[in-house]
């Protein structure tokens, strides 16, 4: 059984969800430290002039040991209408714009207090429409052991998992031979994505999988996946 593991992510990229489609279980690092400027709160979406980073608010001060699970969304800023507004500007007029108005309209209608519980439900639909199958399962519920690598390979084992899969970024700090001596093997994920269609030229690539999906519609976009 293969086992993959990320943090939850705000927009995830078509990379995240590849990694997703290539594993039979999903496990969500919810109990891993937050860290802030990375992508666990903020990602890409394209606008005329080029890349819109969209970023949610984070309650972080005197919290610079938090858990993810923990994070909590600043209430004060308005996040939600501006980045449903964002959304709605630079992709009204995209070919299947359409089809998916209804759920981010409403997921950005919706009162979120945590950071977690929104990424893990835009993860669900995403999921759905793209055709992933992957168990999902959250480390918190695991009962995990460690840090690092130990982390990792005691999720492997709780969930008796032969295979890790790991991003590219895993080699600069996987302990192989830790997994190596639990008879647990060592994958990396191979992420090759072609161009697509986008509504403002030139192509950027490797932004919020929303792109691809509201640009090409679900079906170019698990083909998509499938041929990365």
């Given amino acids: 059984m293969i086992l993959a593991a990320h943090q939850p992510q705000y927009l995830a990229w078509a990379g995240y969800y590849h990694k997703m489609s290539r594993c039979d279980v999903f496990v969500y690092l919810d109990e891993v430290q937050y860290k802030k400027r990375e992508f666990q709160n903020r990602n890409r979406i394209k606008a005329p002039e080029g890349e819109l980073w969209l970023t949610l608010p984070i309650l972080s001060k005197g919290r610079y040991t938090q858990s993810v699970k923990d994070v909590a969304l600043d209430a004060t800023k308005d996040w939600a209408q501006s980045h449903w507004k964002s959304l709605l500007l630079n992709y009204a007029k995209a070919p299947h714009f359409a089809e998916h108005r209804a759920f981010y309209e409403g997921v950005y209608a919706k009162p979120w207090e945590r950071l977690a519980p929104l990424c893990v439900e835009m993860d669900g639909y995403l999921r759905k429409e793209l055709g992933i199958g992957a168990d999902v399962r959250f480390e918190s519920e695991t009962g995990s052991e460690g840090t690092a690598s130990e982390r990792l390979v005691s999720i492997c084992r709780r969930l ?28 990396y994920q191979t992420f090759s994505p072609e161009p697509y269609p986008q509504r403002f030229p030139p192509f950027v690539p490797n932004l919020a999988a929303v792109d691809i999906l509201l640009n090409c519609g679900s079906k170019a976009a698990r083909d998509s996946l499938r041929a990365a």
């Fill in 160 to 187: 008796k998992a032969d295979t890790y899969l790991s991003g590219q970024g895993g080699k600069d700090y996987l302990d192989e031979p830790a997994f190596a001596k639990a008879g647990i093997k060592v994958e």
